[in-house]
């Protein structure tokens, strides 16, 4: 409910606080005494359009702030959680406008955008009146306004039901699009990709064979130099002598005597063997190793056109020469998931076909549930309106099939309420039939009948009343009653039957200062309260009579 509205710089207001309760709030005063400035205030707290020119004169901005108490659950919670606000089930909306046009928006003290401030505003307060009156004159809330009494029913899901299918059919047709969708990019390429999983996998790369390859080549580049110091080598130990036999003939003669010399000669004789075995090893390895360099004739043009064709290769899928294994392997599971593609295209046509038949039987089952409540709905509102000087008038719900392409969340179905005021024309759309005070009247029927399944935590009534007194007044005034057991109500009225109703009765009043006017609100005690249902029944002299007149109404619905 709205718990406090504070105003600064509005018109004639400079300074106004204002701390609200539950039940029926009823808002009176003398035409002009600013009732429409405080309504106007809370509206621009609520995110309706700004207005440079609602800036108290010689102020420079003006300020708005409402606070709502709301239970947990309350849609308004989770709207503001998304934006990553703290609530404590205390939402406090603030609007600031300054002379340059500049509109600010806050929600407890963090900025956000104006169109926010309005969706949480939407979701917190419901505004009727002669003027302007969202509720019937958008047709997109009729829907709701019939769902909320399906909804009211014992065990009655099915909207919610119809939307967790939308959401399912929604996900399956976007699943079933994007692999549609990738199946026919992949088909354009699958020739290329046949293509170059083929040359990748004749070429058969290597990790780290570029590297081999690149020394290989160094290597072979310089192979003519490399023969001709290893024949040399070898021309200079064999035309010599031969060194291993000389060494091993040194041996022999040193080893005769070794036995002499106590030892002495060990050493040297093992120095002699290791020096015969090198020899011959390094000849050998002399031998061996230009044979293979001279056995290699186009190895190093070999070497060459195989760097040549890896890094033309890894040119062309922009990676390098060592990735290209990886490459092959990606190519080759894009080839295998272009095999699978088309069965899972398949599969998911038939997960799309299926949750679409289970949103249609949704949308068949709430549809039938509208037509049902629909029925009964009208009936009840019927009911009201007798009472509230529309006893001509007749309601209906009107539902209509909508065009596949405009199912979505909320159905196969348009909702929309039509109204005969007057006997013998037909019925039309409410939203052209119905007057302004109409139009408050029969929302104010439907509310009667919807009690107990509002989510908004305030209801704003202004002027419901108008035109209208005596016995049609006192069943207005009835039903504000009944409705505000059940939800937050504040009502604007020149009615002394709907004021003698109030829980709580506020005065809005002016008063001159030396300099300037201004606009105030008094909460009004029981003895308050009677002077002003007097006044509001005889006019600018109160009587005795019309004092009477206010006991008796406020003891008649006491």
Same mark, same amino acid.
């Given at each position: 409910?709205? +718990?406090?509205?504070?105003?600064?710089?509005?018109?004639?207001?400079?300074?106004?606080?204002?701390?609200?309760?539950?039940?029926?709030?009823?808002?009176?005063?003398?035409?002009?005494?600013?009732?429409?400035?405080?309504?106007?205030?809370?509206?621009?707290?609520?995110?309706?359009?700004?207005?440079?020119?609602?800036?108290?004169?010689?102020?420079?901005?003006?300020?708005?702030?409402?606070?709502?108490?709301?239970?947990?659950?309350?849609?308004? &919670?989770? $709207?503001?959680?998304?934006?990553?606000?703290?609530?404590?089930?205390?939402?406090?909306?603030?609007?600031?406008?300054?002379?340059?046009?500049?509109?600010?928006?806050? +929600?407890?003290?963090?900025?956000?955008?104006?169109?926010?401030?309005?969706?949480?505003?939407?979701?917190?307060?419901?505004?009727?009146?002669?003027?302007?009156?969202?509720?019937?004159? #958008?047709?997109?809330?009729?829907?709701?306004?019939?769902?909320?009494?399906? *909804?009211?029913?014992?065990? &009655?899901?099915? *909207?919610?039901? $119809?939307?967790?299918?939308?959401?399912?059919?929604?996900?399956?047709?976007?699943?079933?699009?994007?692999?549609?969708?990738?199946?026919?990019?992949?088909?354009?390429?699958?020739?290329?990709?046949?293509?170059?999983?083929?040359?990748?996998?004749?070429?058969?790369?290597?990790?780290?064979?570029?590297?081999?390859?690149? =020394?290989?080549?160094?290597?072979?580049?310089?192979?003519?130099?490399?023969? =001709? *110091?290893?024949?040399?080598?070898?021309?200079?130990?064999? #035309?010599?002598?031969?060194?291993?036999?000389?060494?091993?003939?040194?041996?022999?003669?040193?080893?005769?005597?070794?036995?002499?010399?106590?030892?002495?000669?060990?050493?040297?004789? =093992?120095?002699?063997?290791?020096?015969?075995?090198?020899?011959?090893?390094?000849?050998?390895?002399?031998?061996?190793?230009?044979?293979?360099?001279?056995?290699?004739?186009?190895?190093?043009?070999?070497?060459?056109?195989?760097?040549?064709?890896?890094?033309?290769?890894?040119?062309?899928? &922009? $990676?390098?020469?060592?990735?290209?294994?990886?490459?092959?392997?990606?190519?080759? %599971?894009?080839?295998?998931?272009?095999?699978?593609? @088309?069965?899972?295209? &398949?599969?998911?046509?038939?997960?799309?076909?299926?949750?679409?038949?289970?949103?249609?039987?949704?949308?068949?089952?709430?549809?039938?549930?509208?037509?049902?409540?629909?029925?009964?709905?009208?009936?009840?509102?019927?009911?009201?309106?007798?009472?509230?000087?529309?006893?001509?008038?007749?309601?209906?719900?009107?539902?209509?099939?909508?065009?596949? @392409?405009?199912?979505?969340?909320?159905?196969?179905?348009?909702?929309?309420?039509?109204?005969?005021?007057?006997?013998?024309?037909?019925?039309?759309?409410?939203?052209?039939?119905?007057?302004?005070?109409?139009?408050?009247?029969? %929302?104010? *029927?439907?509310?009667?009948?919807?009690?107990?399944?509002?989510?908004?935590?305030?209801?704003?009534?202004?002027?419901?009343?108008?035109?209208?007194?005596?016995? @049609?007044?006192?069943?207005?005034?009835?039903?504000?009653?009944?409705?505000?057991?059940?939800?937050?109500?504040?009502?604007?009225?020149?009615?002394?039957?709907?004021?003698?109703?109030?829980?709580?009765?506020?005065?809005?009043?002016?008063?001159?200062?030396?300099?300037?006017?201004?606009?105030?609100?008094?909460?009004?005690?029981?003895?308050?309260?009677?002077?002003?249902?007097?006044?509001?029944?005889?006019?600018?002299?109160? @009587?005795? =009579?019309?004092?009477?007149?206010?006991?008796?109404?406020?003891?008649?619905?006491?």
């Amino acid at each position: 409910m709205l +718990i406090r509205l504070s105003i600064r710089d509005v018109v004639v207001v400079d300074k106004l606080d204002v701390d609200f309760t539950s039940g029926l709030c009823i808002l009176t005063g003398e035409t002009g005494a600013g009732k429409s400035i405080v309504l106007d205030s809370l509206g621009l707290a609520l995110g309706s359009r700004s207005d440079s020119g609602l800036i108290r004169s010689g102020a420079d901005k003006l300020s708005v702030a409402a606070s709502f108490a709301i239970s947990s659950n309350h849609p308004a &919670n989770e $709207c503001i959680a998304k934006q990553g606000i703290a609530t404590d089930n205390v939402i406090i909306l603030r609007r600031t406008i300054s002379k340059d046009g500049r509109s600010r928006a806050f +929600i407890n003290d963090q900025a956000i955008s104006v169109g926010l401030l309005r969706s949480v505003g939407d979701l917190l307060v419901e505004i009727h009146g002669q003027f302007e009156n969202h509720g019937l004159l #958008d047709t997109e809330t009729h829907i709701k306004i019939l769902d909320a009494y399906c *909804a009211s029913k014992p065990s &009655n899901k099915k *909207a919610l039901a $119809c939307s967790k299918a939308w959401t399912i059919w929604c996900k399956a047709k976007e699943d079933l699009k994007i692999a549609q969708d990738n199946l026919a990019s992949a088909l354009t390429e699958e020739e290329s990709l046949r293509h170059s999983v083929t040359e990748l996998t004749t070429l058969a790369p290597q990790v780290g064979e570029e590297a081999a390859l690149t =020394q290989k080549r160094t290597r072979l580049r310089h192979g003519e130099q490399i023969v =001709q *110091a290893l024949n040399e080598a070898r021309d200079a130990v064999t #035309d010599n002598a031969d060194v291993e036999s000389l060494l091993r003939t040194a041996l022999t003669h040193i080893s005769k005597v070794a036995l002499m010399a106590e030892g002495r000669l060990d050493n040297l004789c =093992q120095s002699l063997e290791r020096a015969a075995i090198e020899a011959g090893e390094a000849f050998r390895e002399l031998e061996h190793i230009g044979t293979v360099f001279a056995s290699d004739p186009t190895g190093l043009e070999q070497a060459e056109e195989r760097l040549f064709e890896l890094k033309s290769v890894a040119r062309k899928h &922009n $990676c390098s020469v060592d990735d290209l294994p990886t490459v092959l392997d990606l190519l080759r %599971m894009r080839l295998a998931a272009l095999d699978n593609s @088309t069965e899972a295209v &398949n599969r998911l046509s038939t997960a799309e076909s299926s949750a679409r038949l289970g949103y249609e039987q949704e949308a068949k089952a709430l549809s039938k549930a509208r037509h049902d409540a629909a029925q009964t709905l009208d009936k009840l509102v019927a009911k009201e309106l007798a009472p509230l000087k529309l006893d001509k008038a007749k309601f209906r719900t009107v539902i209509i099939p909508k065009p596949e @392409t405009a199912w979505n969340t909320s159905g196969l179905d348009k909702v929309e309420f039509e109204a005969a005021i007057n006997p013998g024309l037909p019925p039309g759309p409410i939203r052209k039939i119905a007057s302004g005070g109409e139009l408050a009247r029969f %929302m104010l *029927a439907i509310k009667v009948v919807l009690a107990g399944t509002q989510e908004r935590a305030a209801l704003i009534f202004d002027e419901v009343d108008s035109g209208i007194s005596g016995a @049609t007044a006192d069943a207005v005034g009835e039903r504000l009653a009944k409705l505000s057991k059940n939800v937050q109500v504040l009502v604007v009225t020149h009615s002394p039957q709907v004021a003698a109703r109030a829980d709580h009765h506020w005065r809005v009043s002016k008063i001159s200062h030396a300099n300037y006017t201004s606009t105030t609100l008094s909460l009004l005690d029981a003895a308050q309260s009677r002077e002003e249902i007097a006044r509001m029944l005889a006019g600018e002299v109160i @009587t005795d =009579q019309a004092r009477a007149a206010a006991d008796s109404l406020m003891d008649a619905t006491s």
